[in-house]
């Protein structure tokens, strides 16, 4: 077995490992599980969305657990001010009574941040995560601080409660790689929830990864080859969710406002790339494509005004973008080579 | 490297069978237009002979060996191949990410693992047939041509159109032609007199087409006699050939008072000679037309006119100006006659019976009331929401000359019909007459019918108010009474 295949042998175990060690915990939910991986070995972020008492809040902070990765938790409210995630520099005296500036960290610095209900927040203090989300450090009086890495923002938020809330805006919903919807449990996972919850003996998750570890495998992910007809297919469909675009389907000419960014064709072949490898192979397939693309694209997409009015899923739109993607790069070919 | 040979051997026999499927589908696509050629020879046996059936077999075996050559040959791409193979096997597209990226310069390290997996994958498949079977459209259809060429073959050959222009005399008239025959020989061989010798060009080729396939040069076919420039330039005088009296025209004087209920009427003389003329004709200024071609139709028309037409002096006065290079003249006189053509073959179906009776009862009627107390009345013309289109504007109706019918009316008036020039065959009518000047009494009597049932339609339906239905009947009647 060559050095590669070890390497890849690796990352599979891991990922295996840090699955089962969440799902000890949390019933169900076996593709936002699989996500929320996907986000971190990716080096993106990632945001549950899902009504209260789903789980959100609990799977990360078991996937937290899991790892051997400083972990810090942030309760967005509407009085809450960037400096309160940041940090601020604040007076301190020394021992010899000389006082001068200490810069306090907040809770941002941490591999791991739990944002949780990020949109009770205001725009302003949600903005105070963008930089760190996209350059990995923050700005405070006019010095850089970087952030550990890996740094991993999870971020939930609930659909149905609007009030008091303020939606994120479009530039800070693109910094997340994944947007994941938790869906209720079916009645044997709430069986199984039921079960596991009201014993006397909560689960113990075990640490299975470290965070040199998280950076390597990033790496590995990294150098996982994609074919030039699967990439054109990730473009095809990014383009597709663009009503501007000339071969861009008739559900997207009519609800769709604006489509996703470059960031969204980033997503889809990073998150192919990782689902890739996580399966074994060793290069990313129309299916990963597939995969990720509901994940990658559902909070960079926003619908027009008719869109809205009628009530159109995104998930069902970009289903039938990716469909349209695939039947055109089929009948293109002549049907031997179909 | 025996690995590598492993999936060059995969892509190898991909390539083969798509190679093969191609050759199928352009080999039926071929073979029916080969079949449909073949079809088109076999029409032609007549012309081509005995070697009719090997031809057009030939060709469909030509077209099916040209269409599986081209669908070989044609090129198959090695990514091609490879999506073809991961599509096939299950291979989430190991097999085109390996051959593009193990040829790459900037090849990770993770791709040689790739390569390897793909490889070891490749050996374990079992090869099986994996393009699937198109059939074209055409290979759908193939039967029809083939089974059309195997009939064709098997029928004795269909006989070739000639190339002259129909002849429309009936068949108990060829038959008295063929015993006339015999006697026009004698004429032609005897020793032609100046004057004669002059109208040679007319009679030789009047024999030529009666004659029908008989003749030694290629008998029923006009353009040998055409092209004849020394006969076609002489001048004919047609009135000493009538002085001469030739029975066949009695005959054929004789034949034309007889109802001819077997002819086909949408197929006349002058239909034929008028479709001549616009193909002719069409588009084109008198300098550009083909002095040869129009001296064709003028003498075919001249022709036609010695078989009872009054359009022969016309046809001939054509050729002259013709022969004098004065085209707009020679048109002219083509138009005439063809005029006269069509008059002629409009008094013919009305004179048959077969169309127009009505009308041909209503004229006769008046004409006998106009002869009988000198004023036939408007209303008795003109029914109720009848009426001419008169005026200088257009009528949809080919019907040229209408005047017969109105001759008793004191508004005389005749409606005369010119071909109108165009994309659509049809005719502009004009009034003549003493009614040209009277144009709007005229028009007021045509629709005043029209008009009063219009008025009685709108009162019955209730679009008028009540309290002017006794106006408006009121005004109608003062009309009358004016």
Same mark, same amino acid.
């Given at each position: 077995?060559?050095?590669?295949?070890?390497?890849?042998?690796?990352?599979? *175990?891991?990922?295996?490992?840090?699955?089962?060690?969440?799902?000890?915990?949390?019933?169900?939910?076996?593709?936002?599980? +699989?996500?929320?991986?996907?986000?971190?070995?990716?080096?993106?972020?990632?945001?549950?969305?899902?009504?209260?008492?789903?789980?959100?809040?609990?799977?990360?902070? +078991?996937?937290?657990?899991?790892?051997?990765?400083?972990?810090?938790?942030?309760?967005?409210?509407?009085?809450?001010?960037?400096?309160?995630?940041?940090?601020?520099?604040?007076?301190?005296?020394?021992?010899?009574?000389?006082?001068?500036?200490?810069?306090?960290?907040?809770?941002?610095?941490?591999?791991?941040?739990?944002?949780?209900?990020?949109?009770?927040? +205001?725009?302003? +203090?949600?903005?105070?995560?963008?930089?760190?989300?996209?350059?990995?450090?923050?700005?405070?009086?006019?010095?850089?601080?970087?952030?550990?890495?890996?740094?991993?923002?999870?971020? *939930?938020?609930?659909?149905?409660?609007?009030?008091? *809330?303020?939606?994120?805006?479009?530039?800070?919903?693109?910094?997340?790689?994944?947007?994941?919807?938790?869906?209720?449990?079916?009645?044997?996972?709430?069986?199984?929830?039921?079960?596991?919850?009201?014993?006397?003996?909560?689960?113990?998750?075990?640490?299975?990864?470290?965070?040199?570890?998280?950076?390597?495998?990033?790496?590995?992910?990294?150098?996982?080859?994609?074919?030039?007809?699967?990439?054109?297919?990730?473009?095809?469909?990014?383009?597709?969710?663009?009503?501007?675009?000339?071969?861009?389907?008739?559900?997207?000419?009519?609800?769709?406002?604006?489509?996703?960014?470059?960031?969204?064709?980033?997503?889809?072949?990073?998150?192919?790339?990782?689902?890739?490898?996580?399966?074994?192979?060793?290069?990313?397939?129309?299916?990963?494509?597939?995969?990720?693309?509901?994940?990658?694209?559902?909070?960079?997409?926003?619908?027009?005004?008719?869109?809205?009015?009628?009530?159109?899923?995104?998930?069902?739109?970009?289903?039938?973008?990716?469909?349209?993607?695939?039947?055109?790069?089929?009948?293109?070919?002549?049907?031997?080579?179909? | 490297?025996?690995?590598?040979?492993?999936?060059?051997?995969?892509?190898?026999?991909?390539?083969?069978?798509?190679?093969?499927?191609?050759?199928?589908?352009?080999?039926? $696509?071929?073979?029916?237009?080969?079949?449909?050629?073949?079809?088109?020879?076999?029409?032609?046996?007549?012309?081509?002979?005995?070697?009719?059936?090997?031809?057009?077999?030939?060709?469909?075996?030509?077209?099916?060996?040209?269409?599986?050559?081209?669908?070989?040959?044609?090129?198959?791409?090695?990514?091609?191949?490879?999506?073809?193979?991961?599509?096939?096997?299950?291979?989430?597209?190991?097999?085109?990410?390996?051959?593009?990226?193990?040829?790459?310069?900037?090849?990770?390290?993770?791709?040689?693992?790739?390569?390897?997996?793909?490889?070891?994958?490749?050996?374990?498949?079992?090869?099986?047939?994996?393009? #699937?079977?198109?059939?074209?459209?055409?290979?759908?259809?193939?039967?029809?041509?083939?089974?059309?060429?195997?009939?064709?073959?098997?029928?004795?050959?269909?006989?070739?159109?000639?190339?002259?222009?129909?002849?429309?005399?009936?068949?108990?008239?060829?038959?008295?032609?063929?015993?006339?025959?015999?006697?026009?020989?004698?004429?032609?061989?005897?020793?032609?007199?100046?004057?004669?010798?002059?109208?040679?060009?007319?009679?030789?080729?009047?024999?030529?087409?009666?004659?029908?396939?008989?003749?030694?040069?290629?008998?029923?076919?006009?353009?040998?006699?055409?092209?004849?420039?020394?006969?076609?330039?002489?001048?004919?005088?047609?009135?000493?050939?009538?002085?001469?009296?030739?029975?066949?025209?009695?005959?054929?004087?004789?034949?034309?008072?007889?109802?001819?209920?077997?002819?086909?009427?949408?197929?006349?003389?002058?239909?034929?000679?008028?479709?001549?003329?616009?193909?002719?004709?069409?588009?084109?200024?008198?300098?550009?037309?083909?002095?040869?071609?129009? $001296?064709?139709?003028?003498?075919?028309?001249?022709?036609?006119?010695?078989?009872?037409?009054?359009?022969?002096?016309?046809?001939?006065?054509?050729?002259?100006?013709?022969?004098?290079?004065?085209?707009?003249?020679?048109?002219?006189?083509?138009?005439?006659?063809?005029?006269?053509?069509?008059?002629?073959?409009?008094?013919?179906?009305?004179?048959?019976?077969? $169309?127009?009776?009505?009308?041909?009862?209503?004229?006769?009627?008046?004409?006998?009331?106009?002869?009988?107390?000198?004023?036939?009345?408007?209303?008795?013309?003109?029914?109720?929401?009848?009426?001419?289109?008169?005026?200088?504007? #257009?009528?949809?109706?080919?019907?040229?000359?209408?005047?017969?019918?109105?001759?008793?009316?004191?508004?005389?008036?005749?409606?005369?019909?010119?071909?109108?020039?165009?994309?659509?065959?049809?005719?502009?009518?004009?009034?003549?007459?003493?009614?040209?000047?009277?144009?709007?009494?005229?028009?007021?009597?045509?629709?005043?019918?029209?008009?009063?049932?219009?008025?009685?339609?709108?009162?019955?339906?209730?679009?008028?108010?009540?309290?002017?239905?006794?106006?408006?009947?009121?005004?109608?009647?003062?009309?009358?009474?004016?």
């Amino acid at each position: 077995m060559s050095q590669q295949d070890s390497r890849v042998r690796a990352f599979v *175990t891991a990922f295996e490992a840090l699955r089962a060690e969440v799902e000890k915990v949390i019933v169900g939910h076996h593709d936002v599980i +699989t996500h929320v991986l996907t986000g971190l070995f990716a080096g993106g972020h990632v945001l549950l969305e899902g009504v209260p008492g789903l789980g959100k809040t609990l799977l990360i902070k +078991t996937l937290s657990e899991g790892l051997e990765l400083s972990f810090s938790r942030v309760q967005f409210t509407p009085d809450l001010m960037p400096a309160d995630i940041i940090g601020t520099n604040i007076i301190v005296e020394d021992a010899d009574g000389r006082k001068h500036f200490q810069f306090q960290h907040g809770p941002i610095f941490a591999h791991i941040l739990l944002a949780d209900e990020i949109n009770r927040a +205001t725009p302003k +203090t949600q903005s105070a995560l963008l930089e760190g989300m996209q350059e990995g450090a923050v700005t405070v009086g006019g010095a850089s601080r970087p952030l550990p890495a890996p740094f991993f923002v999870l971020a *939930t938020q609930n659909p149905i409660e609007m009030e008091g *809330t303020y939606p994120l805006p479009e530039a800070q919903l693109d910094r997340f790689l994944f947007k994941l919807r938790v869906r209720y449990p079916a009645i044997d996972e709430l069986n199984a929830i039921i079960d596991r919850t009201t014993q006397s003996r909560p689960a113990t998750v075990s640490r299975v990864l470290s965070g040199p570890a998280v950076l390597a495998f990033r790496e590995l992910i990294r150098e996982v080859p994609i074919a030039s007809h699967v990439r054109d297919f990730a473009s095809a469909i990014v383009m597709g969710t663009h009503p501007q675009w000339e071969h861009s389907p008739e559900v997207s000419r009519r609800f769709v406002r604006y489509g996703a960014s470059p960031r969204g064709a980033q997503a889809l072949v990073l998150g192919g790339k990782v689902r890739a490898l996580a399966e074994g192979r060793y290069n990313v397939s129309a299916e990963d494509i597939k995969a990720m693309a509901s994940p990658a694209l559902r909070h960079r997409i926003i619908l027009n005004f008719e869109g809205e009015a009628e009530g159109v899923d995104t998930d069902t739109l970009i289903g039938q973008v990716v469909e349209d993607a695939e039947a055109t790069a089929v009948q293109s070919r002549e049907p031997f080579l179909r | 490297m025996e690995q590598r040979v492993g999936m060059d051997d995969l892509l190898g026999r991909i390539r083969r069978e798509i190679r093969r499927r191609r050759g199928e589908y352009y080999g039926l $696509r071929g073979a029916f237009w080969g079949a449909v050629a073949g079809f088109a020879v076999l029409l032609a046996k007549q012309g081509v002979g005995g070697t009719a059936p090997w031809v057009a077999g030939s060709l469909v075996v030509i077209g099916a060996l040209a269409g599986v050559v081209y669908g070989v040959a044609r090129r198959v791409g090695r990514l091609d191949t490879a999506r073809v193979a991961d599509r096939a096997f299950g291979l989430h597209d190991r097999v085109a990410t390996t051959l593009e990226w193990g040829e790459r310069a900037d090849r990770t390290s993770l791709v040689d693992a790739l390569v390897a997996d793909t490889l070891a994958r490749v050996q374990a498949l079992q090869i099986k047939g994996v393009v #699937r079977h198109v059939l074209p459209r055409e290979g759908r259809f193939l039967p029809l041509p083939v089974v059309a060429c195997l009939v064709l073959a098997l029928m004795p050959p269909i006989p070739l159109p000639s190339g002259r222009l129909p002849d429309m005399l009936a068949p108990g008239e060829e038959e008295r032609e063929d015993r006339t025959r015999s006697t026009m020989l004698e004429e032609t061989t005897r020793p032609l007199a100046k004057d004669a010798q002059k109208r040679a060009s007319f009679e030789e080729r009047d024999f030529a087409q009666r004659a029908g396939g008989g003749g030694a040069t290629t008998a029923g076919d006009l353009s040998a006699i055409f092209k004849d420039t020394s006969l076609a330039n002489q001048r004919p005088d047609f009135n000493s050939f009538l002085k001469k009296g030739d029975e066949r025209l009695k005959m054929l004087e004789q034949m034309d008072r007889l109802p001819d209920l077997q002819s086909d009427f949408t197929n006349s003389q002058y239909k034929m000679v008028f479709r001549k003329s616009k193909s002719l004709t069409g588009g084109l200024r008198p300098n550009q037309i083909s002095p040869q071609k129009l $001296r064709e139709l003028l003498e075919e028309m001249e022709r036609l006119g010695r078989k009872g037409g009054n359009w022969g002096n016309d046809a001939m006065e054509g050729m002259e100006a013709l022969e004098g290079g004065q085209t707009d003249r020679a048109l002219e006189a083509m138009q005439k006659a063809l005029d006269k053509m069509r008059a002629m073959d409009d008094a013919e179906r009305s004179g048959k019976g077969l $169309r127009g009776g009505r009308e041909n009862e209503r004229g006769s009627r008046g004409r006998e009331r106009g002869r009988g107390d000198g004023m036939g009345g408007d209303e008795q013309d003109f029914g109720e929401g009848e009426g001419l289109l008169p005026g200088r504007g #257009r009528s949809g109706s080919p019907k040229g000359e209408a005047t017969q019918r109105l001759r008793a009316s004191p508004y005389d008036v005749g409606v005369e019909g010119e071909s109108r020039r165009g994309r659509k065959e049809g005719f502009d009518t004009n009034l003549t007459g003493r009614a040209g000047s009277m144009a709007s009494r005229l028009q007021y009597l045509g629709v005043i019918g029209q008009y009063r049932k219009m008025m009685e339609d709108a009162i019955t339906r209730e679009q008028v108010p009540r309290d002017y239905h006794d106006q408006i009947r009121n005004y109608f009647q003062a009309l009358d009474e004016r």
